[in-house]
């Protein structure tokens, strides 16, 4: 996997993990867990983003506000975001060497 | 949520009786060793990751000797739950400070938007409020008592 690629992917499940105890936590504080570590996690999180490349994160934060979330996994050759056919010669030959998108919506791929 | 519809997250692949991990760290990766061997999952550093920032959060060892690593990441399909128990026990930074006998690890998707994985959560903490429970889950000889156990009343 690409290692920019890598650093988006944990950053998606940081995002999720800090939305997750903004919306539910309430919830989760009442089946008992603290979340006492939020700021420290939120600064692990901009940190994380400062080694991603501008233009992924911009891409990221723009996909992220559009959709909901901006990468998303590859499925039985389809792209999990809009169901588009992502074509099993796009995954090998170029999968480890570059970003990829999804032609039709512009989600970011993940192979899982 | 029903504990059995709980209980069909995991599968005797997902138990491992004796961890030999006495620390955090180690005993997450057991886990998370224990958890993609004989799937198709290929990241488990994304995985270990993950539940590493969900510990800085805050320590998931909130039941008495139980803790509830838990967490959402692109490296899974769908919610897999993972039952994991140590006799030494580990030190999971709990409240309480005693060390942690019993693990119940939920990993699920970002795309879980009914939170399932939250309500199963909830389910398992409801019931191993019980102490006797406690004890037979602890006793249990395999998989099958352990989730016998787990579904009687
Ligand atoms: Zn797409």
Redesign the pocket.
């Known amino acids: 996997m690409h290692p920019q690629l890598q650093l988006l992917v944990a950053l998606q499940d940081l995002d999720e993990m800090i939305n997750e105890t903004a919306n539910q936590g309430t919830e989760l504080e009442g089946l008992g867990f603290k979340h006492g570590g939020l700021d420290e996690l939120k600064k692990s999180r901009d940190d994380l983003a400062t080694k991603i490349e501008p233009g992924h994160l911009s891409w990221y934060k723009r996909l992220t506000g559009k959709f909901g979330h901006a990468v ?1 996994p590859v499925v039985s050759n389809l ?6 056919n ?1 074509p099993s010669s796009f995954v090998s030959k170029t999968n480890e060497n570059k970003v990829q998108k ?6 970011l ?1 993940y192979w899982p | 949520m029903d504990i059995a519809e709980v209980l069909k997250h995991t599968s005797s692949e997902h138990f491992l009786p004796n961890l030999t991990a006495t620390d955090k760290q180690g005993a997450l990766a057991e886990m998370v060793e224990g958890l993609i061997s004989g799937t198709q999952i290929s990241r488990p550093d994304a995985i270990m990751q993950m539940l590493t920032s969900r510990e800085a959060l805050g320590s998931t060892a909130v039941g008495p000797g139980i803790a509830f690593p838990h967490g959402r990441t692109l490296a899974v399909q769908r919610l897999t739950i993972m039952i994991a128990r140590s006799t030494e026990g580990v030190d999971f930074d709990s409240e309480d400070g005693n060390k942690t006998h019993l693990f119940f690890m939920l990993i699920a998707p970002p795309q879980d938007s009914g939170h399932q994985y939250i309500k199963s959560l909830a389910a398992l903490i409801d019931r191993v409020q019980d102490g006797d429970l406690r004890d037979s889950l602890m006793a249990a000889e395999d998989y099958e008592g352990f989730c016998n156990a787990m579904k009687e009343n």
């Open positions: 998303v792209c999990t975001g809009c169901f588009a992502i999804c032609e039709s919506c512009g989600r791929l």
